[in-house]
T-cell receptor, first 118, second 113 residues
Framework: GAVVSQHPSWVICKSGTSVKIECRSL??????MFWYRQFPKQSLMLMAT?????????EQGVEKDKFLINHASLTLSTLTVTSAHPEDSSFYIC??????????????FGSGTRLTVV | KNQVEQSPQSLIILEGKNCTLQ??????????LRWYKQDTGRGPVSLTI?????NTKSNGRYTATLDADTKQSSLHITASQLSDSASYIC????????????FGTGTQLKVEL
């Protein structure tokens, strides 16, 4: 079945530094990928929609200059948290759309990245 | 406003027992409804997906139902196991609208000995 690999699974960084998170579709081509943020005991909140070869579409309230998204190929999207601050500490999850994946209905999630900014 | 509400918020059951989780939604126009299992610190994993015309769908010990008229869904877990302890999330997709999914806040299930 469709597999989405997200890396790293966890990262600790110092305040003011930047962190890059990768999301790869391993056995299918994903023209669209999604980035979510999840706080403890809360649901996933869509941050942005990433389309291969074009600029990402950000949800209202998400700073595009702080959360840089690059979708340079059909199998890779990256999220860079720039000048990270402690309030950016969260669980970040990507999702890739694969219309051919019957059980998932076209959406497969990565395993998530726990970001801790100290 | 497109919303998905789940109940209960949390649930504790004994191993081997059955349980039913509820999901009510106001998402329109409706495309499909999905149930996901999310283990702590992991991404969601799909359990079932149902379209408008489907009333029930099973995946092993998981059985989901859908009543599109009342906009309600349930997820029934039979013969629970310790490994079923997780958050169960109901997600509704609407037609058009850029394929956006509306997530419920989840039901936190804990299965104990």
């Amino acid at each position: 079945g469709a597999v989405v690999s997200q890396h790293p699974s966890w990262v600790i960084c110092k305040s003011g530094t930047s962190v890059k998170i990768e999301c790869r579709s391993l056995d299918f081509q994903a023209t669209t990928m999604f980035w979510y943020r999840q706080f403890p005991k809360q649901s996933l909140m869509l941050m942005a929609t990433s389309n291969e070869g074009s600029k990402a579409t950000y949800e209202q309230g998400v700073e595009k200059d702080k959360f840089l998204i690059n979708h340079a190929s059909l199998t890779l999207s990256t999220l860079t948290v720039t000048s990270a601050h402690p309030e950016d500490s969260s669980f970040y999850i990507c999702s890739a759309r694969d219309p051919g994946a019957h059980l998932t209905g076209g959406y497969t999630f990565g395993s998530g990245t726990r970001l801790t900014v100290v | 406003k497109n919303q998905v509400e789940q109940s209960p918020q949390s649930l504790i059951i004994l191993e081997g027992k059955n349980c039913t989780l509820q999901c009510n939604y106001t998402v329109s126009p409706f495309s499909n409804l999905r149930w996901y299992k999310q283990d702590t610190g992991r991404g969601p994993v799909s359990l079932t997906i149902m379209t408008f015309s489907e009333n029930t769908k099973s995946n092993g010990r998981y059985t989901a139902t859908l009543d599109a008229d009342t906009k309600q869904s349930s997820l029934h877990i039979t013969a629970s196991q310790l490994s079923d302890s997780a958050s169960y999330i109901c997600v509704v997709s609407r037609t058009g609208g850029g394929n956006k999914l509306t997530f419920g806040t989840g039901t936190q299930l804990k299965v104990e000995l």
